[in-house]
């Protein structure tokens, strides 16, 4: 366990981007060893061996619709539950698995109201690291009594990477595995910690995507938490989200949304987000014949006014202009469709401290979503 080979079978078969890989891997894990049963999912489940453990299940939900009394199905997916003896037992506890990426609050609620008559019943968020987790997300599970855990890092009692180490095996082939994902594990966090630990805000770059989108993630974190910081008494509700590192330039997203009434109807959401390196505020708007167009621009641009002072006050990010952007209305009768329009892009100025660069964002944040306040 302690001798890292040059070979690796999760590195040789690019087994570890698939986040089903890391299920099964847990999945065994949890099935084969006490010690793991204990502290990944508590004392209660170490000689359970009889515990039955289902991979990647599916059901769907109701959802409402914009119209009124009428209602929809939403597809949910499970990366594990765990039954007591056999899947028709009793449903112990749901693992939600983001190996790749980071929950939104909806996404947990939306498990939460599958879930909501199962008694005696433990949910558990399994993240890369904790140093993603935003801080609408660390509230809702503190609330909602999602237990986290984490693959990193190894000073972590419960997470994968330390628990791994307790492992020993005199099956030489399920000590291979073992052994192998550790290494595997290991490897990618001491790259990720070296990353996260540069003092300057890192510039994006194509080569490192999956890397900078762990960075976009931690830098996320931070930002809510500056946030939380600089105005304690600050009544935005705000959402994160993030595109998974799927994109070619990854990002992340804060967002006022989800059925809240703008002071101007035909906005559906506002938005302040990081492409790679590019910070950029928008707003999601209907596109619709019924929308008026120079109405909407006018309106855009008091906003776009009345935010220009405030802008001077950020000192570690530099202002591009963008041009040839216009609202755009409903290409044909009958098409529904939410356009996004950027009102400001910025870019963090060269060799800012990252530090400084999160203050700026969070205030940058603030400044901008106080104008769209809904009513």
């Given at each position: 366990?302690?001798?890292?080979?040059?070979?690796?079978?999760f590195?040789?078969?690019?087994?570890?981007?698939?986040?089903?890989?890391?299920?099964?891997?847990?999945?065994?894990?949890?099935?084969?060893?006490?010690?793991?049963?204990?502290?990944?999912?508590?004392?209660?489940f170490?000689?359970?061996?009889?515990?039955?453990?289902?991979?990647?299940?599916?059901?769907?939900?109701?959802?409402?619709?914009?119209?009124?009394?009428?209602?929809?199905?939403?597809?949910?997916?499970?990366?594990?539950?765990?039954?007591?003896?056999?899947?028709?037992?009793?449903?112990?506890?749901?693992?939600?698995?983001?190996?790749?990426?980071?929950?939104?609050?909806?996404?947990?609620?939306d498990?939460?109201?599958?879930?909501?008559?199962?008694?005696d019943f433990?949910?558990?968020?399994?993240?890369?690291?904790?140093?993603?987790?935003?801080s609408?997300?660390?509230?809702?599970?503190?609330?909602?009594?999602?237990?986290?855990?984490?693959?990193?890092?190894?000073?972590d009692?419960?997470?994968?990477e330390?628990?791994?180490?307790?492992?020993?095996?005199?099956?030489?082939?399920?000590?291979?595995?073992?052994?192998?994902?550790?290494?595997?594990?290991?490897?990618?966090?001491?790259?990720?910690?070296?990353?996260?630990?540069?003092?300057?805000?890192?510039?994006?770059?194509?080569?490192?995507?999956?890397?900078?989108?762990?960075?976009?993630?931690?830098?996320?974190?931070?930002?809510?938490?500056?946030?939380?910081?600089?105005?304690?008494?600050?009544?935005?509700?705000?959402?994160?989200?993030?595109?998974?590192?799927?994109?070619?330039?990854p990002?992340?997203?804060?967002?006022?949304?989800?059925?809240?009434?703008?002071?101007?109807?035909?906005i559906?959401?506002?938005?302040?987000?990081?492409?790679g390196?590019?910070?950029?505020?928008?707003?999601?708007?209907?596109?619709?014949?019924?929308?008026?167009?120079?109405?909407?621009?006018?309106?855009?641009?008091?906003?776009?006014?009345?935010?220009?002072?405030?802008?001077?006050?950020?000192?570690n990010?530099?202002?591009?202009?963008?041009?040839?952007?216009?609202?755009?209305?409903?290409?044909?009768?009958?098409?529904?469709?939410?356009?996004?329009?950027?009102?400001?892009t910025?870019?963090?100025?060269?060799?800012?401290?990252?530090?400084?660069?999160?203050?700026?964002?969070?205030?940058?944040?603030?400044?901008?979503?106080?104008?769209?306040k809904?009513?």
């Amino acid at each position: 366990m302690e001798t890292e080979s040059t070979f690796n079978i999760f590195q040789i078969l690019s087994a570890g981007d698939k986040e089903l890989v890391h299920s099964s891997m847990l999945k065994f894990l949890l099935e084969k060893y006490p010690i793991f049963r204990k502290e990944f999912l508590g004392k209660e489940f170490e000689h359970n061996t009889q515990l039955y453990i289902k991979l990647e299940h599916s059901d769907k939900i109701e959802e409402e619709t914009n119209e009124k009394g009428k209602v929809k199905l939403k597809r949910l997916r499970f990366d594990l539950l765990g039954y007591d003896k056999t899947e028709d037992g009793k449903l112990l506890f749901a693992i939600e698995n983001k190996f790749k990426a980071t929950p939104s609050v909806h996404q947990l609620k939306d498990y939460d109201k599958y879930f909501n008559n199962h008694q005696d019943f433990a949910k558990y968020l399994l993240v890369y690291n904790k140093k993603q987790i935003p801080s609408d997300v660390d509230d809702y599970c503190t609330k909602e009594n999602w237990i986290i855990r984490s693959y990193f890092p190894l000073e972590d009692t419960h997470s994968i990477e330390n628990l791994l180490k307790k492992i020993e095996d005199l099956d030489q082939n399920k000590q291979f595995i073992v052994s192998q994902y550790f290494e595997y594990l290991s490897k990618i966090h001491t790259e990720l910690e070296e990353y996260l630990d540069k003092e300057n805000f890192i510039t994006y770059k194509r080569e490192n995507r999956e890397l900078h989108f762990r960075y976009l993630l931690h830098i996320q974190k931070l930002i809510s938490i500056k946030h939380l910081d600089l105005y304690p008494n600050s009544n935005l509700e705000f959402a994160t989200y993030n595109d998974g590192g799927k994109n070619i330039l990854p990002s992340i997203d804060f967002r006022i949304d989800r059925g809240i009434k703008f002071k101007y109807q035909k906005i559906r959401a506002v938005s302040f987000g990081v492409d790679g390196d590019t910070i950029k505020t928008s707003v999601f708007y209907d596109r619709d014949n019924k929308v008026n167009k120079r109405e909407l621009e006018q309106y855009l641009q008091e906003v776009k006014e009345k935010i220009k002072p405030d802008l001077d006050k950020l000192k570690n990010l530099k202002q591009i202009k963008e041009g040839g952007r216009n609202i755009k209305l409903k290409e044909f009768e009958g098409s529904t469709k939410i356009s996004v329009f950027s009102l400001f892009t910025f870019k963090p100025i060269d060799g800012k401290l990252k530090q400084d660069v999160v203050n700026d964002c969070a205030n940058l944040l603030n400044m901008y979503f106080k104008y769209f306040k809904p009513e």
